[in-house]
């Protein structure tokens, strides 16, 4: 909440429930209220557009709210003193902000609410009057709320509010807005060192209490967290063919690193205008806190105002209030360790210095592996071993003959093309003894053979010169990439040795950033 939105809030005109429920039980001398949302229907009804169908429906809608809403008003007509608490705690507050010249007079108890005895010791902290007596009223009839009013609106001097503001967290137990609110502000220093240190303890609790099924899933949530961090030492060139233990240990000397940077740029005095959002985060909880009403009337408030926005025809945005779920402690603490704001990244990194120093532990560990000796890769089909000095010969051996397999030899066809110049040369035999006529078609037969046969000669030659090219050029591809693996092999051994050196300094430099 802006803080002109605050101030609107504190010098609103709270008195209106309480003038509303006066005119029920008075109706006779005032019909205020009825008469205004009497005025908001025929506004509505002038405004309706669409089809007769829609807007019948609409104005059927907002009779509707009108009458339940005169029913709710009723029901409320026992709540007069509770509407002038709240409206005495406005004054209160807004005397406290400046924004009302004097405190409200005397207020009278409301019996079982605890806002009535917290209006009252906030008046006489503001008087410089001594409250513990409305205090001890107020936290005996609802602990949790007179603290959070204390410390969202400033009032409180005594660290103790803020430890019942954020009771003792449970890792299965969701936090609500108001408790998440007070924890970043005293994590950003507005509720002083005392309170950061009462919440870094409440949060320290919470994780060395975790059983081992707990503890380990902190730590993979850390360590998955390492993934989104800038990579120093970035995992490339490496084939799928690597080892995968090799290629893992890579990573996780590149998470090491990313994971030392990531600590020691983590500045632990953040300045008090970068978490100046945490502040206003909390103060904007203090009117839900306020106005929601003893148990007995706030559903009923509640619901006035979804029927008066159905009256009014708007749309009706629930605010957020201070006790609806955020979310589990653990994962909090997580997002802040690896979030933008300063004071709560600085006290959840403090708070996971353990786990962090185990994470990196670990990361550490990963990253002694052997040198692999060799690597597999398929050429050609076939599974050949690569190692730093070359392929196996064996391998290779075999990797030949499975490509000259490949391109088998056809079938000799020399007889034919022998057979064509025999017959070529018969014919040219028979062309001698026969008259001329018939000697010229022999010879004419006989040059057709012959060419047959020349073709058949330089197609056997094309084929063969064929067959030893694709040899040849699957040979090529095939050192190529026994090259190109032995080349990542010994890369990747050289990567190895680097990783294995600096990961133990990566573990030495986290532990100095987190000690800080």
Sequence with gaps: MSDSAFQDWLVSDSWQDYKQQRAIREIESSLDGQRAESRALRSQLSRLQGSLEQRLSRLIRSFDAFVELSDLRADLAGFDEAARARYRMRQVLAFRAGAAPALPATLADVDGYWLSPAASALAALSRGDDPSADLDRAAGRDLQRTALLLVMSGAAADV???????????????????ERAVWTAAADGHLGDTARELVAARLTALVTGLDDERRAALDRW????????PATVPVTGLTSASDRGAVAALTAGSRL???RDWAGSTDPAAAPEEGAGSRAALEALLPGLVDEGSDEESATLRRIKELRAVIDDRELTPARRWDDPVGLPLTLLVADAFGEAPGPRALARRVLRDRLLAVGEALCAETDVPDPQEQTVVVERQSVRVRANGPVPADVDGLQRAIEARFPEGPSKAWQRYAWFAAAVLLLAAAVAVPFG?????VLVALVFAFVGVRGIFAGRMEAGGRRDSIRHARERADQRMEQERKTLVELVRRLGETRRKAPADLTGLRAALAE
């Design 257 to 259: 690193a990313a994971l």
């Design 222 to 229: 850390l360590t998955d967290r390492t993934q989104d961090l």
């Design 438 to 442: 018939f000697a010229v078609v022999l």
């Design 160 to 178: 103790r509010w803020v430890g019942e503001a954020l009771p003792e967290l449970a890792a299965d137990t969701q936090l609500t807005a108001a």
